[in-house]
C-alpha cells in the first residue's frame, strides 16, 4: 500500500532513522518505522485492523473519519483514507504524529 506523509519531516524521520532518534528517541523512532513498513506491506487499507501489533483503531468526535497506530505509550501515527471519485483506494494520504499528554 503507498504511504504519503502529510509534512517532509515526516517521511525524512522514516526515510531516514537518525532523523526520527533525533525528534523522538531512539524507541519511537524505531516504532514509527517498524510500523510505517508493516502499513506499506498490507495489500489494501481493509487489512489494518488484522494487524495486531498496530492495534489500529478509528478515531471519534472531531477526528471522525481518521485511524489511529499505536506507536509507544500514548504516541500514535494518526492516517486517514484517500477518497478518489467517491470510491476508497488502497492509500494513506495522511501521516501524522500526534503525543496525547501524560
Known amino acids: 500500500m503507498k504511504v504519503s506523509f502529510r509534512t517532509n519531516r515526516l517521511r ?9 532518534v533525533r525528534e523522538w528517541g531512539d524507541v519511537m523512532a524505531t516504532n514509527y518505522i517498524r510500523r510505517i513498513k508493516a502499513i506499506q506491506a498490507a495489500a489494501c487499507f481493509d487489512d489494518l485492523p488484522k494487524l495486531p501489533q498496530l492495534n489500529f483503531h478509528p478515531l471519534t468526535g472531531d477526528k471522525r473519519g481518521e485511524y489511529a497506530v499505536n506507536l ?7 492516517l486517514k483514507k484517500k477518497m478518489e471519485d467517491g470510491h476508497e483506494i488502497a492509500e494513506i494520504c495522511d501521516v501524522d504524529l500526534t503525543h496525547y499528554g501524560d
Open 72 to 78: 509507544t505509550g500514548r504516541a500514535r501515527i494518526i
Open 12 to 20: 525524512k524521520c522514516f526515510e531516514q532513522q537518525k532523523s526520527g
